[in-house]
């Protein structure tokens, strides 16, 4: 399995979080896949750390979270370690060309991410301390 991002692991555990993942921009898509049944088959990314509105679909048993910036101490670490929840935070590519910097990324670095990883099977693994990687499944 090609490692295809890596980024801080709010906390470590050797649960197995597999998925496709799914880009949810606001507390209406949480809802809508949180009604639909389906959030065990994702993995759910979302710009940032402090992203609140994903709170309900980790409520509701979400089985793996990606976050585009934030850091373990943000509100998605504290909450991913809460609900035993394996979480990626500040994501990166690893064939990427930039990492977030907070006040000095631009927009270009979120949409590339989510290009890259929307719709993709992935499976999380944060058995490291402080590393997250995450790679496709199926792919070579």
Do not use: W
Not at 1 to 21: C, H, K, Q, R, W
Not at 107 to 123: A, C, P, S, T, Y
């Amino acid at each position: 399995m090609p490692e295809i991002a890596e980024g801080l692991n709010p906390f470590s555990t050797d649960a197995e979080a597999e998925g496709e993942v799914l880009f949810l921009s606001s507390p209406r898509d949480v809802i809508k896949l949180i009604k639909s049944g389906t959030l065990k088959e994702y993995i759910l990314l979302v710009r940032g750390g402090t992203t609140t509105f994903l709170a309900p679909a980790l409520q509701s048993g979400a089985t793996g979270v990606i976050t585009m910036s934030g850091a373990p101490e943000s509100h998605l670490g504290i909450l991913s370690r809460e609900f035993q929840i394996p979480c990626v935070m500040s994501v990166h590519l690893t064939t990427g060309s930039g990492r977030y910097v907070a006040g000095e990324t631009d927009e270009g670095h979120f949409q590339e991410i989510v290009d890259q990883l929307q719709g993709k099977r992935v499976r999380l693994d944060v058995t490291s301390p402080g590393v997250g990687r995450i790679y496709q499944v199926g792919a070579e």
